[in-house]
């Protein structure tokens, strides 16, 4: 089956506590992506990635940082989370990143609390 | 910069009505519309899109056209279903240096009452 897989589903951690949320896609998809939803702002671009080893920033990268060595996956690294980067996390796979009307395809999310 | 306003919900209707869900965007050249549906506990699914001006996009008994004049690609369907509670998110495409990059909307979320 086609799918965009995120890990761990719920994560609670403490500040500075480093922790990774992986994202495998099994669909050779180029293009991958993080997003951060927050309610009444939608979704936000993190970072982003055209293909292996081609990374870049979005809206809100701070405090993020991404890797992309393999195609099929792109891990999100928070180094020192801090409570305002408490949100509900999104991976996101397209064939193309050049080709804007190629349809984005989820992971379920990573809801991740930072007390 | 590229911006989307929906209406905030939550919009609840009864099974059967009429849904209208506002969604209006700000950009440069000509974007890529969509219409992103995410039910609970999920990520969001693509639930239908326009490319160019006149465009309808439809899926689903959804449909949204695209409205070059006002900025507009209003998200409607005739007659919902209880199934169809969920969280819609407005989005725009455009080509920029960034590729394939999504700008989407607040979301609003929808309720329907047996």
């Given at each position: 089956e086609a799918q965009v897989t995120q890990n761990p589903r719920y994560l609670i951690t403490v500040t500075?506590?480093?922790?990774?949320?992986?994202?495998s896609q099994n669909m050779n998809h180029e293009y991958m992506s993080w997003y951060r939803q927050?309610?009444?702002?939608?979704?936000?671009?993190i970072y982003y990635s055209?293909?292996?080893e081609v990374t870049d920033k979005g809206d809100v990268p701070e405090g993020y940082k991404v890797s992309?060595?393999?195609k099929r996956n792109f891990p999100l690294i928070l180094e020192s989370p801090s409570p305002n980067q408490t949100s509900l996390y999104f991976c996101a796979s397209s064939i193309q990143g050049s080709?804007?009307?190629s349809p984005l395809h989820?992971?379920?999310?990573?809801?991740?609390?930072?007390t | 910069g590229n911006s989307v306003t929906q209406m905030e919900g939550p919009v609840t209707l009864s099974e059967e009505a009429f849904l209208t869900i506002n969604c209006t965007?700000?950009?440069?050249?000509?974007?890529?519309?969509?219409w992103y549906v995410q039910y609970p506990g999920e990520g969001l699914q693509l639930l239908l899109k326009a490319t160019k001006a006149d465009d309808k996009g439809s899926n689903k008994g959804f449909e949204a056209t695209y409205r070059k004049e006002t900025t507009s690609f209003h998200l409607e369907k005739g007659s919902v279903q209880v199934s169809d509670s969920a969280v819609y998110f407005c989005a725009l495409s455009g080509r920029n240096n960034a590729g394939n990059m999504l700008t989407f909307g607040g979301g609003t979320r929808l309720m329907v009452k047996p």
């Open positions: 500075g506590k480093k922790l990774t949320v992986t994202c927050d309610p009444g702002l939608g979704l936000r671009q055209m293909n292996v992309r060595k393999e080709s804007y009307n989820f992971g379920n999310g990573t809801r991740l609390t930072v | 965007y700000t950009a440069t050249g000509y974007p890529s519309l969509f």
